[in-house]
């Protein structure tokens, strides 16, 4: 076995086990109800009238006493009817450029979401519309719904202005972590977009992407994108945030029943971003 084949088993066991020890914390973990979670988002800062992004992993929701369903009622409950509540529903997993260079069309009705089974049952859920985007879609009820969807299909990076995202910071957005970590936040691709000026490398490729989406009524639609550049991709790391929003204030943690919830304003994440590109630091590594 040549050693680099050995260090890459090597990496894949070491994941393994800390996926095993993350499932088995779940799985220990007291069960909790419905109004638990409720008491345990509200308790994080969620209040009605938010407009909140979710990202979620049913796997660490090992102990909860009710259905998927019930999960996405509790966040609902959570922003209340003045509020609203995101998603992300991309068709896809792995870099953004290999699935564009499938040259797929992406259909809001019929494309499912790839970003687990939260997200697909929720782009079902009566009441849900889903921005119009082939690779960042996402599935928006609430208050504000059709106001944050409008133009996606338009916005120049998938993420950037124009985009659900990037309106976030318009509406003093939240992100809920639900069992998962900074690590999956698609909100920092708006920041990328925001701060790439000032930054001694682009985060986006070259190459502009023209790539086709069909609407709720059968309209097709052209989006002229870029995209993540793959090699910067495997070099990203959130985890450099941490630090400066705990410092700050702006990261707040809780758990109930095993699972790991984890809350953080947008506008934090943007400041946050700026005062290490002050210092020359960006959320890269070498």
């Known amino acids: 076995m040549t050693p680099l084949i050995l260090s ?10 800390r996926g095993g020890l993350r499932l088995a914390t779940t799985r220990w973990g007291r069960p909790f109800s419905t109004s638990d979670l409720l008491q345990a988002v509200r308790g ?28 996405l009622a509790v966040l609902q409950e959570a ?30 009705r019929r494309t499912p979401s790839r970003m687990g089974l939260l997200t697909e049952l929720f782009r079902r859920t009566p009441g849900v519309i889903r921005s119009v985007h082939p690779t960042h879609s996402v599935a928006v009820w609430g208050a504000d ?32 972590f639900l069992g998962c970590d900074v690590k999956v936040m698609t909100f920092f691709h708006t920041v990328e977009e925001l ?26 639609w052209t989006t002229h994108t870029r995209l993540s550049d793959p090699v910067l991709v495997r070099r990203r790391n959130l985890t450099k945030l941490l630090p400066v929003l705990r410092q700050r204030g702006a990261w707040r943690e809780a758990s109930v029943g095993g699972l790991k919830l984890r809350l953080v304003g947008a506008r934090h994440v943007l400041s946050a971003c700026e005062a290490l590109a002050n210092q ?5 590594d070498a």
């Not at 890459?8 to 086990?17: L, N």
């Not at 106001?147 to 659900?164: R, Y």
């Open 8 to 17: 890459r088993v090597r990496t894949w066991v070491k994941r393994r086990v």
């Open 44 to 71: 994080l800062g969620v209040a009605p009238g938010d407009t909140l992004l979710v990202h979620s992993s049913l796997d660490h929701l090992g102990k909860f006493s009710g259905k998927p369903s019930d999960v």
């Open 79 to 108: 922003v209340g009817p003045g509020g609203t509540l995101l998603l992300p529903t991309l068709p896809f997993t792995g870099p953004t450029v290999d699935y564009a260079q499938q040259r797929r069309v992406f259909d809001v």
């Open 145 to 176: 719904a059709a106001a944050l969807v409008a133009g996606h299909v338009h916005a120049k990076t998938p993420c950037g202005v124009g985009s659900p995202y990037a309106r976030l910071l318009d509406r003093d957005g939240k992100i809920l």
């Open 195 to 220: 701060l790439e000026p000032r930054m001694p490398f682009s985060p986006f490729t070259q190459q502009e992407y023209l790539l086709e989406s069909v609407d709720a009524d059968g309209r097709t």
């Open 280 to 284: 020359g630091i960006y959320c890269y």
